[in-house]
Structure formats: structure tokens, C-alpha cells
């Protein structure tokens, strides 16, 4: 079982930056990868970027350039540095753990809601 904690979202103009964090209930390099997923209404869920358990990133081309994932293995946190956000950018974000200890399975934070305005 992973719990997943997401903090950071909120309102910012175009152009603005902000940051989410993402706090796991367990040793993040146990993880096999984890990562941050945004849901837009009436929109199915997107994946943006992710992180593998020995610090490998990928990037989603949406947000390539713009998001800078990172993690704290000492806190056991994963950050999303988002910058030159948009309105597009609108949604709510949701980490999300990919674990395979115990059974392939995904874990989902409670998402935390970011709004760029025009």
C-alpha cells in the first residue's frame, strides 16, 4: 500500500510558475515510478511526467520545456517546478505511484487543483 500526499496547487496568472510536491507513505526508490497526472473537465486524464526509482524523467511533449520534475529521496517526495503556465494548463493534478513490490498496481494522491488565468 502506498499513500500518496499532493500539496502545492492553487490560482496564478498566465506566465506564472508554481509548484506541486507529492509526499509517498514509503521509501520512494521502492517505488518502480512515480509521477504527475492532470485532469481538465470533461477531459480524460493525462499523463506529464514521471520518474523512475533510480531518478530517470520523461516528459509528456505538452510540458516539455516548461515542467521540471524532481525528487527528495530523504523526504520522500516527488516536485513538479511548473513555469510559464497557461491557461490551458488548468486542471487538477494527481500523483501517482506505480508500484510492483506486492502486485502490479497504481496509487493515486487526492489531486490538488491549479487555475492560470488569462
Known amino acids: 500500500q502506498v499513500h500518496l500526499v499532493e500539496s502545492g496547487g492553487g490560482f496564478v496568472e498566465s506566465g506564472g510558475s508554481l509548484r506541486l510536491s507529492c509526499k509517498a507513505s514509503?521509501?520512494?526508490?521502492?517505488?518502480?515510478?512515480m509521477g504527475w497526472y492532470r485532469q481538465a473537465p470533461g477531459k480524460q486524464r493525462e499523463r506529464l511526467a514521471m520518474?523512475?526509482?533510480?531518478?530517470?524523467?520523461i516528459y509528456e511533449d505538452s510540458v516539455k520545456g516548461r515542467f521540471t520534475l524532481s525528487r527528495d529521496v530523504t523526504m520522500n517526495t516527488i516536485d513538479l517546478q511548473m513555469s510559464s503556465l497557461k491557461p490551458e494548463d488548468t486542471a487538477t493534478y494527481y500523483c501517482n505511484a506505480f508500484h510492483i513490490t506486492s502486485g502490479p498496481q497504481d496509487y493515486w494522491g487526492q489531486g490538488t487543483q491549479v487555475t492560470v488565468s488569462s
Open positions: 520518474i523512475t526509482s533510480t531518478g530517470g524523467t
Open positions: 514509503i521509501s520512494i526508490t521502492s517505488i518502480h515510478m
